[in-house]
């Protein structure tokens, strides 16, 4: 019999048809068991849900990083833990409790308290991501229970897609900053490896937050949906900071010495408890004194008069402890041409990444100064892609204009 072209045509468009959804039914089996970081808030409790709609096999872990014992019951986490159980009960999924107590303080905590006692101010969530979620609680997930992949309720996509139906055995996983910008968290996951990430998903990638609580809602879980969401320094809680390091750190008297005069100007109980940028409040001056910088050999800090002093701008940078999540742009050109931001809140600048310094650091030039650029803080790059490169942290700052 004669096959007429059309009739091959037709055949190789329903080939092709068959083996895209071959491969998405192949995908899927092979990502069925996936374990969800259950938080106890919102995000994490509609990701379980969507995974559940999907007809993946969900298992529900709650991490326990913080001993509230040690601050007498301050931190939330056995409210979390309570609302955690809430949430794996209505869903019907399992929950485990893991506790990353020690890790948590070796490797984000006493780090943490280092980098304070150096004059660095430091930032625990990029650290917490890169250390205990996508580090040892992905391995857990992975080698302990033999689960296929992870989920969290992170504000971000990848190029693997949600639910990782876009997975590729050769190729990277890129990730990108999600539909909902404002509540972009690409900045606190840019630490993280390709490995982790390649067996991450992401359902609230194409979310924006007033959907996740609309949808908490209308599947029952109104106590998560009005619950006030969690910011700052987890094991902070609610209390002053000033008095939570102290509790650590002991205090030391120094000076606050005005840059331009060199004058004393006040007297400061520490410089672990001052930031670069911090409004110092000290009276009986014309205009406020903000840090411009500290010195942890004579333990003064410098002060400039003026929200808007020269002092504490920066247009140069110079960062280490590089992490690419995918191959490093600066071994084909030593060059790169991108976006950056130090804090998750701030719009996206240009600027220029300069690698062989002669050593591991590289050099950041930005197109315009930027206030209160703050060593011990994370450097974090991004194409004009709207693609999260990876991150490095800030050693020095300088403004040569």
């Not at 007429?4 to 068991?33: C, D, E, W």
């Not at 301050?74 to 019907?92: F, M, R």
């Not at 009005?226 to 209390?239: L, Q």
Request: with cysteine; hydrophobic share 35%.
């Amino acid at each position: 019999m004669e096959i007429k072209p059309f009739q091959l045509h037709f055949g190789l468009v329903n080939y092709a048809i068959f083996t895209h959804i071959s491969s998405r039914t192949s995908l899927f089996n092979m990502f069925r068991n996936v374990a969800i970081a259950i938080s106890g808030g919102v995000d994490s409790a509609v990701c379980a849900y969507l995974l559940k709609e999907r007809g993946y096999k969900v298992i529900g872990l709650f991490m326990k990083n913080w001993d509230e014992l040690d601050e007498a019951g301050k931190c939330s986490g056995e409210h979390d833990l309570v609302d955690a159980e809430y949430t794996c009960k209505k869903l019907n999924i399992e929950l485990k409790r893991i506790n990353y107590v020690k890790d948590y303080w070796n490797s984000v905590f006493a780090s943490f308290l280092e980098d304070y006692q150096n004059g660095l101010t430091p930032n625990p969530d990029i650290l917490c991501n890169k250390y205990i979620k996508f580090d040892v609680f992905y391995k857990y997930a992975i080698e302990n229970l033999k689960l296929d992949a992870i989920a969290t309720g992170h504000y971000a996509k990848t190029t693997f897609g949600s639910y990782l139906e876009n997975y590729s055995y050769d190729g990277d996983v890129r990730l990108l900053i999600p539909t909902d910008e404002f509540k972009d968290q690409t900045f606190f996951l840019s630490g993280i490896k390709q490995s982790s990430l390649r067996r991450t998903m992401f359902p609230l990638g194409n979310f924006y937050k007033t959907e996740v609580k609309k949808l908490a809602r209308k599947i029952g879980l109104n106590n998560l949906a009005n619950k006030r969401e969690s910011t700052g320094i987890c094991f902070v809680g609610h209390r002053n900071f000033k008095n939570f390091i102290r509790e650590y750190i002991p205090s030391e008297v120094g000076s606050f010495i005005d840059i331009d005069t060199g004058i004393i100007v006040g007297r400061h109980e520490g410089i672990h408890q001052w930031t670069i940028g911090q409004r110092c409040r000290l009276h009986s001056y014309l205009k406020p004194y903000f840090v411009a910088k500290k010195d942890v050999i004579t333990n003064n800090i410098y002060v400039a008069s003026g929200h808007d002093h020269q002092s504490l701008f920066s247009n140069e940078i110079v960062v280490t402890e590089i992490n690419w999540i995918c191959e490093d742009p600066l071994k084909l050109s030593p060059i790169l041409n991108c976006l950056f931001r130090f804090q998750h809140t701030k719009p996206l600048v240009k600027c220029k990444v300069v690698g062989n310094l002669g050593d591991t650091n590289i050099k950041i030039y930005l197109k315009e100064p930027l206030r209160a650029i703050t060593p011990g803080q994370y450097a974090v790059f991004y194409n004009y892609s709207k693609e999260c490169l990876g991150s490095a942290r800030i050693i020095k700052s300088f403004n040569t204009k």
